[in-house]
């Protein structure tokens, strides 16, 4: 599968607990996002890379979010110290970034972090 | 900003009927504008979008979409609806201006049945 992939895709942890989610691209995709997605709520923007540079970040990143893409691949979202509100569905994304063209972005299946 | 409005939570049609789901937009310039659909516990897929051009967008599994400016409206749309395309459809904007960032905002999706 040349896809976007997630892992893991479910995570249970205990309210101030540190988790970390991976994401790996569509392999020649040099853009990467972030989305948080509650229930009955569309994806809301979190972050994005190009390669390696974060060039964007919501105001939703909180202090206790950071995102990280090193060498321009696969990226990591951790969450420090949870929270019962960080509970969500956590989707990352991919695109082809291109001079005077906007291409769709492909999304991951997502993680689905429950915070007890 | 920018900011997208799906006014229907649901819409019910019958096999065979043709389906309409609305979405309305906001945006400094021009639009960039995504449909995606949704499946339980699956990440979005990609169906079709709207950059610059023809007004009347054909995307994946006979969706088709129609850009109107005026009404600021970019509703998706098909002539025969299938079961299977019951699933949560979810209309997204980019504001071409550099302002706008490169992320989507997502509308709070529409959930799609449709009934033998």
């Known amino acids: 599968d040349t896809g976007v992939s997630q892992n893991p895709r479910h995570k249970i942890t205990k309210r101030g607990q540190n988790v970390t989610f991976r994401c790996d691209p569509i392999?020649?995709?040099?853009?990467l996002y972030w989305y948080r997605q509650t229930l009955g709520q569309g994806p809301e923007f979190l972050t994005y890379?190009?390669?390696?540079?974060?060039?964007?970040k919501s105001r939703l990143l909180s202090d206790r979010f950071s995102a990280e893409r090193p060498k321009g691949s696969f990226s990591t979202l951790e969450i420090q110290r949870t929270e019962q509100g960080d509970s969500a569905m956590y989707l990352c994304a991919s695109s082809l970034a291109k001079l005077l063209s906007y291409n769709e972005q492909f999304f991951g299946p997502g993680t689905r972090l429950t915070v007890l | 900003a920018q900011s997208v409005a799906q006014p229907e939570d649901q819409v019910n049609v019958a096999e065979g009927n043709p389906l309409t789901v609305k979405c309305t937009y906001s945006v400094s310039g021009n639009p960039y504008l995504f449909w995606y659909v949704q499946y339980p516990n699956r990440g979005l897929q990609f169906l079709l979008k709207?950059?610059?051009?023809?007004?009347l967008v054909k995307g994946s599994y006979g969706f088709e979409a129609e850009f109107n400016k005026s009404q600021t409206s970019f509703h998706l749309k098909k002539p025969s609806a299938l079961v299977s395309d019951s699933a949560l459809y979810f209309c997204a904007v980019r504001d071409s201006l550099t302002g706008g960032g490169n992320k989507l905002t997502f509308g709070t999706g529409t959930q799609l049945k449709v009934e033998l």
């Open positions: 890379f190009q390669n390696e540079a974060q060039l964007e």
């Open positions: 392999s020649e995709h040099n853009r």
């Open positions: 709207y950059i610059t051009g023809d007004n």
